[in-house]
């Protein structure tokens, strides 16, 4: 299994250089929120740019689980990307931040969410499917809102449908 990368400053360019696809995924109680359908997107993500997963999925779930154990977070957010440079190996990076649950008032209140000014490509462009690391348009709907970011930004198509 692939060792962790502790620290940011063990990333090299060939990680900002290269392509990459990840998933962002949520636990409660140390458990993934569906793991199995997570990974199920990203390989089919690594597919749609003609990579295949460095890992089987079973083996990859491990060594996600691992990683949540000794983060010590129950609550958190999981950020598990797939980085292919110069070599062409696939090289695996997780990311666990803790992430507390949403306050009662919030349910019970709601939040604020926004449709982005900045449309998604068309599927000629790039196809909605892939989590790739280049996802400007995303950055661009953030950068947009400027201070006033709400919850949520729901991204829309060239038509105007709800894209992501």
């Not at 010590?72 to 999981?78: H, T, V």
């Not at 803790?98 to 009662?104: D, G, Q, R, V, W």
């Not at 661009?140 to 949520?152: A, T, Y």
Request: hydrophobic content about 35%; glycine content about 8%.
């Amino acid at each position: 299994m692939p060792a962790p990368i502790s620290k940011p400053a063990e990333l090299d360019l060939e990680y900002l250089d290269g392509v990459s696809v990840f998933e962002t995924m949520r636990t409660y109680e140390g458990k993934v929120f569906h793991a199995d359908e997570h990974l199920a997107r990203l390989s089919e993500s690594c597919q749609g740019i003609g990579r295949a997963l460095p890992l089987p999925g079973p083996e990859l779930k491990k060594w996600m689980e691992e990683g949540l154990r000794e983060s010590r977070f129950p609550e958190a957010s999981l950020r598990l990307s797939i980085h292919w440079g110069e070599n062409q190996n696939g090289e695996i990076v997780l990311i666990v931040r803790s992430f507390p649950a949403y306050s009662p008032q919030k349910y019970k209140e709601g939040v604020a969410v926004e449709t982005a000014v900045s449309r998604r490509s068309t599927l000629k462009a790039q196809d909605p499917q892939i989590k790739a690391s280049q996802f400007v348009s995303g950055v661009l709907s953030v950068l947009d809102k400027g201070e006033n970011i709400p919850h949520e930004i729901i991204l829309l198509g060239p038509s105007g449908s709800v894209a992501e």
